[in-house]
């Protein structure tokens, strides 16, 4: 749906709404909110709800610590798991000033503004994602534990399967706050699931995958059971993946569309734009210790590669089922990201490889899980930890150019100390599992 100001204060009069979530992220993604009840709705939307930014991480200090809440009424859903008597929703907002500047940290802000760039360049960008998540078990306590709810593999059927009912429950919530999950499954390791998602405008992707983190972990708590998308919550087990499936088009043509054997040349050049700034941007895409632990095993990538079809790439062309459906698939990155900081500054690179005129390395077709070290040597590799990823993202012009400099001075402050964290700890997978099972 997208909610005009005066249908939204409408279907608020109209069906016994008591609360309304105006919703925001921090700069890692995590979604927070301010409540207020109808009545304070126009005044919402004429001035914004101010809150203390101080306690949001990345965000301000105590010294300057208001911001405004502005909402987005594009983007009001009803929280279909909550009473229907009562109701509660949902509306994300924009982050401002007292001026009504918008908030360099406003990571939401960010990504309008690339999707204004690549609309200068006559260009729109779809996105469908393809998300993962592990269920698990929770003690007397109601306190999650690590056994997961069940040990289905990869598109089992009940009983083996038995996160089907719950992945039932989520995608009818899904749908009944207007978003379009196409398939469900269980995937490889036990516990795990996948929800994939219809494309829809690159704004409205992070926004719905948002909505859909949320989601699950109610839907889960609601069972007794706890999700977790934490890229590698079980050693030995499968990673969690967040693939980024992405078309760009020109007057209504999808440029992935392939003719005479070949992509036209301004979506090749966006592929090679995100290669050649992949690893810059991988501390975005891949944000925590233990995102570095799925790569180069279970179909997660490890060199900066393409191919159709096969899985061990980074990126890959699926086969499209129709003329006009064809697309790539960014397979690294995981469902701990920010999605509205990640998709912009995928967007970002794709647009400057279109305006340097990249042209496409040739593809690689190897099983890139079955060669050896010495058969890769002369590929480029993603970064192997956080330490490497946050060098790279530092150290590169393009970060510089399109993150604003408070956001990433406040990011990369962040990283620095987690790692550290993480480095000094004595035993990093208890370390992960304390910093980011509960959080992620």
Not at 170 to 190: D, F, K, N, V
Request: glycine share 6%; with cysteine; proline share 6%.
């Amino acid at each position: 749906m997208n909610y005009t100001r005066s249908e939204v204060m409408q279907y608020v009069e109209d069906n016994d709404v008591k609360f309304i979530r105006l919703a925001f992220c921090d700069i890692h993604g995590m979604q927070k909110n301010v409540a207020v009840m109808p009545c304070e709705l126009d005044r919402a939307f004429d001035t914004g709800v101010g809150f203390d930014a101080s306690f949001v991480r990345g965000f301000m200090n105590e010294v300057k610590s208001d911001l405004f809440l502005v909402p987005d009424p594009g983007t009001f859903t009803v929280m279909p798991w909550r009473p229907s008597h009562g109701q509660v929703v949902r509306i994300f907002c924009d982050v401002c000033y007292p001026n009504g500047k918008p908030f360099e940290g406003d990571c939401r802000a960010l990504l309008k503004s690339a999707v204004k760039d690549a609309r200068q360049m006559g260009l729109s960008c779809k996105v469908g994602t393809a998300c993962e998540f592990y269920l698990f078990k929770t003690d007397e306590n109601g306190e999650p534990t690590l056994e997961p709810f069940d040990y289905g593999t990869y598109c089992d059927t009940a009983p083996q399967d038995k996160c089907e009912n719950v992945r039932r429950e989520i995608c009818l919530a899904l749908e009944a706050m207007g978003l379009r999950p196409e398939t469900s499954r269980h995937e490889q390791g036990p516990g795990q699931n996948e929800i994939d998602f219809r494309y829809s405008n690159i704004l409205t992707a992070a926004d719905n995958f948002i909505a859909f983190k949320g989601a699950v972990k109610s839907v889960a708590e609601g069972n007794g059971l706890y999700a977790s998308f934490m890229p590698k919550p079980l050693p030995g087990y499968s990673g969690s993946s967040l693939h980024v499936n992405m078309s760009l088009s020109r007057d209504g043509r999808n440029l992935f569309q392939m003719e005479n054997g070949r992509f036209a040349p301004e979506a090749e050049s966006f592929m090679a734009g995100i290669l050649r700034r992949v690893s810059e941007i991988t501390l975005f895409l891949n944000p925590l210790t233990n995102s570095y632990e799925r790569f180069g095993r279970f179909e997660a990538p490890k060199y900066v590669t393409w191919s159709h079809q096969n899985r061990s790439q980074l990126i890959r062309i699926p086969a499209a089922p129709a003329p006009g459906h064809e697309r790539m698939e960014l397979r690294s990155t995981d469902p701990a990201c920010n999605p509205h900081l990640a998709f912009a500054l995928l967007l970002w690179a794709g647009l400057e490889g279109i305006h340097d005129k990249l042209s496409l390395c040739p593809p690689d077709n190897r099983n890139l899980f079955q060669v050896s070290e010495e058969d890769t040597s002369d590929l480029e590799h993603l970064p192997g930890n956080l330490s490497e990823a946050l060098q790279e993202a530092e150290h590169s012009e393009f970060i510089q150019t399109y993150v604003p400099q408070k956001l990433r001075a406040s990011y990369f402050e962040q990283k620095r100390r987690e790692w550290e964290r993480y480095r000094t700890s004595g035993n990093g997978q208890e370390f992960e599992h304390r910093e980011y099972f509960l959080s992620v």
